[in-house]
């Protein structure tokens, strides 16, 4: 009799406990078809299906576009890091020199980082690089500086309006090796490159050129009173022409 009792006992068990497998698979099925056919609608907001008797909420894709919208953005760098003239970088900073602090270059005129000229535009474009993160004109007066990633900043905008420039003197300009277009560059900066010489570049009589460039009352002068930076500076420009027409023949 007790025997009985145990046996039949344990096929009710078996009983609920496939019953309850089966209700689990048709809640699971219930939810699914609520969201399909709440989205086949347009009334895919939330879906409700049936798990053990209680309502589970169904995340929608509108909730989820939300979320992702309430997530904290990148920071974005002011400027892109591709394309930012960093293989002209030390030879310009070698003959322009480096400050993070604004001076006087001899001649009345501010500059700042690798040869940035203070000019009424500066400030708009301070706020275009910078932001709110340097204070315009606590840099102009002196009192604070720019820091070393600043000054690489101000360099990729300054380079790229002078390349801009140097491609549309020198015709050639991007087909020329590196060491040339570093010379001719730098002599844009400066804006010692006359038309003659400019027009003997863009005839390829690279000799002609060299001797042409340095045909200049500002080269002599400074020879002449000894003053040696900008003679050497104009003299190793003179010398990567030479090479180049050397490499030419």
């Known amino acids: 009799m007790l025997l009985n009792i145990i046996m039949k006992f344990k096929e009710w068990l078996s009983q609920e406990e496939l019953n309850e497998v089966n209700w689990k ?4 099925g219930v939810a699914a078809g609520a969201v399909l056919g709440g989205s086949a609608l347009g009334m895919g907001s939330i879906g409700m299906g049936v798990r053990g008797g209680t309502p589970m909420q169904q995340v929608s894709p509108m909730q989820q576009q ?8 990148q920071t974005l760098e002011p400027i892109a890091k591709t394309n930012n003239g960093s293989e002209y970088f030390d030879y310009i900073k070698n003959n322009e020199g480096y400050s993070e602090k604004v001076y006087d270059d001899g001649v009345g005129n501010l500059t700042i980082g690798v040869g940035h000229l203070i000019t009424p535009n500066s400030k708009s474009l301070f706020y275009k690089l910078f932001g709110d993160s340097v204070n315009f004109d606590d840099v102009k007066s002196g009192k604070t500086s720019l820091d070393a990633k600043q000054v690489k900043i101000l360099f990729s905008h300054d ?11 020198f015709n050639s300009f991007d087909s020329y090796p590196l060491y040339l277009r570093q010379a001719l560059l730098d002599s844009v900066y400066r804006g010692d490159t006359g038309n003659n010489t400019r027009k003997l570049i863009n005839q390829g009589k690279w000799e002609e050129a060299a001797v042409e460039y340095l045909n200049r009352r500002d080269y002599r002068n400074r020879v002449q009173l000894g003053i ?14 030479l090479k180049y027409a050397r490499e030419k023949k």
């Open 25 to 28: 698979k048709f809640g699971r």
């Open 66 to 73: 939300t979320a992702s919208m309430q997530q904290p953005t």
């Open 159 to 169: 380079v790229q309006e002078h390349l801009k420039k140097a491609k549309r003197l």
């Open 228 to 241: 040696r930076g900008i003679g050497k500076r104009m003299e190793h420009n003179r010398d990567a022409m």
